[in-house]
């Protein structure tokens, strides 16, 4: 079955504690991206992937870093998460954008940061 | 950067009644999607416009482009309980071999009283 995974769905964690969500697909899509969700602000991109290794900033990046190293993975590190991270994580897929744009979203990783 | 207006934030409609969510780019888009996200999932694709004037219908969810590429609509005729849900749109700067990013809209978050 085509599809985004991430792990973990749910996570709790503290200020500091270095951490990382995985985000695998099996589409061979090129372009992999990371959005965070926050009430009334919708999803904002933190990173995003043309293909492998080719990472690019999106409009949120401060305090996140990802590594594309495979084309099926890409990773989201907190290396010191801060409860402003506290929010609702999505990784997403597409073939290649400017062709076919439909976005495929994991089920999300909900973290929260003490 | 670019910014993706959405509106309402909020639409309670009775079962039957129509909906519509507005979106507004500050910049002129390439193409525009839309998604819809129900409540504790992800964001799932609906459709992608990309002519200026287009209208496109899926049964009873038309969704419109405008002329100048700015703008957006999503409406729904005659809501039912399975249209609960956020509808997000979604933006793209540039087309294919420099786009880069996908700006999202807020989000409307759409309650269906039976």
């Known amino acids: 079955e085509a599809q985004v995974t991430q792990n973990p769905r749910y996570l709790i964690t503290v200020t500091g504690k270095k951490l990382t969500v995985t985000c695998s697909q099996n589409?061979?899509?090129?372009?992999m991206s990371w959005y965070r969700q926050d009430p009334g602000l919708g999803l904002r991109q933190i990173y995003y992937s043309m293909n492998v290794e080719v990472t690019d900033k999106g409009d949120v990046p401060e305090g996140y870093k990802v590594s594309r190293k495979e084309k099926r993975n890409f990773p989201l590190i907190l290396e010191s998460p801060s409860p402003n991270q506290t929010s609702l994580y999505f990784c997403?897929?597409?073939?290649?954008?400017?062709?076919?744009?439909?976005?495929?979203f994991g089920p999300g990783t909900r973290l929260t940061v003490l | 950067g670019q910014q993706v207006m959405q509106i309402p934030q909020y639409q309670h409609v009775q079962e039957g009644e129509d909906f519509t969510t507005y979106c507004n780019s500050s910049?002129?888009?390439?193409?525009i999607q839309w998604y819809k996200q129900r409540p504790g999932g992800h964001p799932v694709f609906l459709i992608q416009?990309?002519?200026?004037?287009e209208v496109k219908k899926q049964k009873r969810l038309t969704f419109q482009f405008g002329e100048a590429k700015k703008n957006s609509s999503l409406h729904i005729t005659a809501t039912q309980t399975t249209d609960v849900g956020t509808y997000f749109c979604?933006?793209?700067?540039?087309?294919?071999?420099?786009?880069?990013?996908?700006?999202f809209g807020s989000g409307t978050q759409l309650t269906v009283l039976p």
């Open positions: 416009l990309v002519k200026s004037g």
């Open positions: 979604a933006g793209q700067v540039g087309s294919s071999g420099s786009a880069r990013q996908l700006t």
């Open positions: 910049t002129t888009l390439s193409n």
């Open positions: 589409m061979n899509h090129e372009y």
């Open positions: 997403a897929s597409n073939l290649r954008l400017g062709i076919n744009n439909e976005q495929f």
